[in-house]
Nanobody
Framework: QVQLVESGGGLVQPGGSLRLSCAAS????????MAWYRQAPGKQRELVAT???????NYADSVKDRFTISRDNAKNTVYLQMNSLTAEDTAVYYC???????????WGQGTQVTVSS
C-alpha cells in the first residue's frame, strides 16, 4: 500500500520559514518523480516544485528563489524548504509522486500552511 505522509505545516508569520516533509512508503522511491502542489481557498491546485529522478528541479515562478525542494532517497523523503513566506503562500500543501515510466501516481493527504501575523 502506497502512502505519502506530509508533515511540517503550521502557522508562521510573514517573512518566516517552514520546512515540509513527505515520507513515502510502498514505492521504489528512487524511480518516482516527487513534487509539491498547493491549493489556496477558492483557487485551483497548482504545482509548486518538482524533483525528478534524474535530479532536475523546477519551481513555479511565484516561489523561485524562496523555496527549495530536496529529496533523500535513503529516507524515502522529499522536503520543501520555504523561506520569506507571505500571505499568498497560505494553502494546503500536497505531496505528489509519479512513476518514472508507468502510469502510476499518488497524492498525500495535505498539510496546512498559514502565513499570518
Amino acid at each position: 500500500q502506497v502512502q505519502l505522509v506530509e508533515s511540517g505545516g503550521g502557522l508562521v508569520q510573514p517573512g518566516g520559514s517552514l520546512r515540509l516533509s513527505c515520507a513515502a512508503s510502498g514505492i521504489s522511491f528512487s524511480i518516482y518523480t516527487m513534487a509539491w502542489y498547493r491549493q489556496a481557498p477558492g483557487k485551483q491546485r497548482e504545482l509548486v516544485a518538482t524533483f525528478t529522478t534524474g535530479g532536475s528541479k523546477n519551481y513555479a515562478d511565484s516561489v523561485k528563489d524562496r523555496f527549495t525542494i530536496s529529496r533523500d532517497n535513503a529516507k524515502n523523503t522529499v522536503y520543501l524548504q520555504m523561506n520569506s513566506l507571505t500571505a499568498e503562500d497560505t494553502a494546503v500543501y500536497y505531496c505528489y509522486t509519479r512513476h518514472l515510466l508507468l502510469p502510476k501516481d499518488y497524492w498525500g493527504q495535505g498539510t496546512q500552511v498559514t502565513v499570518s501575523s
